[in-house]
Nanobody, 122 residues
Framework: QVQLVESGGGLVQAGGSLRLSCAASGRTFSSYAMGWFRQAPGKERELVAA????????RYADSVKGRFTISRDNAKNTLYLQMNSLKTEDTAVYYCAANSQLAGLVVGQGYWGQGTQVTVSS
């Protein structure tokens, strides 16, 4: 089993940066694919970035490609999302997710954190 807790959200001006962290517990953490999702008010939850168990394979939504970087440190049981050049459109609640494979990183499946709010002001 995996438990996930996000942190690092907050208020930032457009063009600024934030780093989100997801602390995971569970002895099988290193075998899980991980991902970040986000959901804005009135919008559906969408995948932002994903990473396989080893960290060698990553995927990004087109809207964040080149600005966001997903990474993981299996020794620390922690997932990260470095967000640079933030835009007001990035404002949302960001969620950490885990599953056995990248294909399992979909809403309604796997394990989820409680979410952390990111607000980008103009």
């Amino acid at each position: 089993q995996v438990q996930l807790v996000e942190s690092g959200g907050g208020l930032v001006q457009a063009g600024g940066s934030l780093r989100l962290s997801c602390a995971a517990s569970g002895r099988t953490f290193s075998s899980y694919a991980m991902g970040w999702f986000r959901q804005a008010p009135g919008k559906e939850r969408e995948l932002v970035a994903a990473i396989n168990w080893s960290g060698y394979n990553t995927r990004y939504a087109d809207s964040v490609k080149g600005r966001f970087t997903i990474s993981r440190d299996n020794a620390k049981n922690t997932l990260y999302l470095q967000m640079n050049s933030l835009k007001t459109e990035d404002t949302a609640v960001y969620y950490c997710a885990a599953n056995s494979q990248l294909a399992g990183l979909v809403v309604g499946q796997g394990y989820w954190g409680q979410g952390t709010q990111v607000t980008v002001s103009s």
